[in-house]
C-alpha cells in the first residue's frame, strides 16, 4: 500500500513563497506520475501540477509554481511563488501510473494514491 504524506502547508501572506512536500512510501516512486492538486472551500478539486517525464501546470500557477521530485528520497515538491489569495486551498499530492505523464495528468481519476492534504492560506 503506498502511502503519501504532504507537509509544508501554512498562513502566507500575498505575495510570498512557500514549498510543499511529499513523501511517498511505494518503492517504485521513480516510475509514478507525480501530482499536485487543490480544492477551495466549497468547490472541486483542481489540477495544480504534474510530474511524469515532463512537467505539466495549470494556466493559473504556470510562472509561479514548480513541481520538483527527488526520487532518491522519494519525494515530490510544489515551491509556491507570488502567491495570491485565490491559491487559498487544501492542497492534495497524488500518485499514479508511469504512462499519465504521456496520455493525460490532468484528470483526478488516473491517479491511483492521495495524500490527505495541507492547508495553505493566502492572506491580502
Known amino acids: 500500500q503506498v502511502q503519501l504524506v504532504e507537509s509544508g502547508g501554512g498562513l502566507v501572506q500575498a505575495g510570498g513563497s512557500l514549498r510543499l512536500s511529499c513523501a511517498c512510501s511505494g518503492r517504485t516512486f521513480s516510475s509514478y506520475t507525480m501530482a499536485w492538486f487543490r480544492q477551495a472551500p466549497g468547490k472541486e478539486r483542481l489540477f495544480v501540477a504534474a510530474?511524469?517525464?515532463?512537467?505539466y501546470y495549470a494556466s493559473s500557477v504556470k510562472g509561479r509554481f514548480t513541481i520538483s521530485r527527488d526520487n532518491a528520497k522519494n519525494t515530490v515538491y510544489l515551491q509556491m511563488n507570488s502567491l495570491k489569495p485565490e491559491d487559498t486551498a487544501v492542497y492534495y499530492c497524488?500518485?499514479?501510473?508511469?504512462?499519465?505523464?504521456?496520455?493525460?495528468?490532468?484528470?483526478?481519476?488516473?491517479?491511483?494514491?492521495w495524500g490527505q492534504g495541507t492547508q495553505v492560506t493566502v492572506s491580502s
Open positions: 510530474s511524469g517525464g515532463n512537467t
Open positions: 497524488a500518485g499514479g501510473p508511469g504512462y499519465l505523464g504521456t496520455t493525460n495528468p490532468y484528470r483526478r481519476d488516473g491517479y491511483n494514491f
